[in-house]
């Protein structure tokens, strides 16, 4: 283990890797630290049976301007650029055509209504009509965008992000989470399964604390989820105390994978979709055979996401019921459970990802300012409108990877640092 560094990353997810490759390409040779035994964070790609499935991320959202599509592909992975199939329900089964017209409709008066709302309470939520018919469908929709229900969401946090997305999603295949882990470049050292227990501040820089001893770094990009800055995981100094009220304030929402395998010859078709229940708020989203592969995909949002709370095989069943209900008992027969996620039960998580509270949107700018040249941050929720996303979370660390590589440059050449370890080729 390096004991001083100039760049040290807190995390090897989308961000973390991000700010190594940003580094990497001015010429510094990072530190990342990963508590996990295995490096992307919320993106993770599992391969269970010969299937790859994304745990957590899976969409390049806004293809034509992510990051990691053009990294895909120099890389050599295959983009598949064909539209997503969810919100097209399968044969209109159990959302008969008239009520599918109609909820789109109540879901668009209400995003209509979001600006209203952002210039008074800014509660999503207060842009519902009362007792509205379809208020439990636009809640289900929330869920799966934000990981919470709209009494939890700031309206100008959704429209930022909703104004921002070019609505093109795209796949990677073999993978998200598979791309972002070979995203490393080769002059970063990772270190997996070591945790970051401590920061403080020493004369010139940071004193890091983990569970294999001391590091000194010039600059340190913290990438951990809000969840775990707004804890008490890492003790940090009381300098850093409104960074984690900030942290407070974009909580992660809630949001789980579940995967089943088709066996035999089921009624099921290639790149076809499915809403569990359109009536509940706490229902599944089916994407069936992606890419072709005999797999249904069930996402899971807000209150939808609670049913893995008491294990993975309530999760199978929620959506083997689901799909019994709108199918046919008959299809029982040919699925079997693969997968589930737990990202809420996985302490260096803690959620899906993050959604500003009503009132606070303006917090994910604060996150994202940098601590006396030193401490800089970055992650899914400090990116300004793609926040909840991995080409956010990428960027994210490129910003903070410049404003730091700035810093210590600048604090080398002012403070005559002999001993600065950045290259300059
Ligand atoms: C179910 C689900 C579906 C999703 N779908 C999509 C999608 O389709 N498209 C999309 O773009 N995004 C999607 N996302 C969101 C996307 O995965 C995240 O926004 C992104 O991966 C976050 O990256 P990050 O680097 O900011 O954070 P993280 O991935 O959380 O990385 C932070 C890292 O810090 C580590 N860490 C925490 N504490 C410590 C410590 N004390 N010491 C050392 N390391 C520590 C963590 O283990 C973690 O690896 C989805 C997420 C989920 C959960």
Not at 31 to 49: C, I, P, Y
Not at 85 to 114: H, I, M, N, S
Not at 352 to 371: D, K
Request: hydrophobic residues 40%; glycine residues 12%; proline residues 4%.
């Amino acid at each position: 283990m390096t004991h001083e560094v100039d760049f040290l990353i807190v995390g090897a997810g989308a961000a973390g890797i991000g700010a190594a490759r940003r580094l990497s390409e001015l010429g510094a040779s990072p530190l990342l630290l990963e508590t996990m035994d295995r490096v992307g964070g919320r993106a993770e790609t599992r391969v269970v049976n010969g299937h790859a499935l994304d745990l957590g991320c899976g969409w390049l959202h806004s293809g034509d301007r992510n990051a990691w599509t053009a990294i895909a592909e120099r890389s050599g992975f295959t983009v598949d650029r064909r539209a997503a199939v969810w919100g097209q329900q399968f044969r209109d089964l159990g959302f008969p055509r008239e009520d599918q017209a109609a909820a789109r409709r109540a879901y668009e008066a209400w995003t209509d209504r979001l600006a209203d709302a952002a210039s008074s309470s800014d509660r999503a939520s207060d842009a519902l009509v009362p007792d509205g018919p379809w208020n439990g469908f636009i809640a289900a929709m929330t869920g799966f965008i934000s990981g919470v229900g709209p009494e939890r969401i700031s309206a100008k946090d959704y429209i930022t992000y909703d104004d921002a997305s070019t609505r093109n999603n795209w796949r990677v295949v073999g993978g998200y989470g598979a791309l972002i882990a070979t995203g490393l470049p080769p002059s970063a050292t990772v270190h997996t399964g070591v945790a970051v227990q401590c920061i403080d501040f020493t004369r010139d820089g940071v004193a890091v604390t983990t569970t294999v001893g001391l590091i000194q770094a010039r600059a340190v990009i913290l990438t951990v989820s809000t969840a775990v800055l707004a804890s008490s995981a890492i003790r940090m100094p009381p300098d850093l105390e409104l960074w984690q009220a900030s942290a407070a304030s974009l909580p992660l929402g809630r949001n789980e994978k579940v995967f089943l395998e088709i066996v035999g010859d089921a009624p099921f078709e290639d790149e076809t979709s499915v809403l569990g229940n359109p009536r509940t708020r706490a229902t599944g989203s089916y994407y069936i055979r992606p890419l072709g592969a005999p797999v249904i995909e069930c996402f899971l949002g807000g209150d939808g996401a609670g049913v893995v709370d008491q294990g993975m095989d309530e999760g199978f069943e929620f959506a083997r019921d689901e799909l019994v209900g709108l199918f046919g008992s008959d299809v029982k027969r040919f699925l079997r459970p693969l997968a589930a996620s737990h990202w809420h039960r996985t302490s260096s998580i803690g959620g899906a990802y993050s959604c500003a509270l009503p009132g606070y949107a303006a917090a994910r700018a604060r996150l994202a300012e940098p601590f006396d040249d030193r401490v800089f941050f970055a992650g899914e929720a400090t990116h300004p409108f793609d926040f909840t996303t991995a080409h956010g979370a990428h960027d994210s660390g490129v910003r903070a990877a410049n404003e730091a590589f700035a810093a210590v440059t600048r604090g080398a050449r002012l403070r005559g640092f002999a001993s600065a370890k950045v290259h300059e080729d």
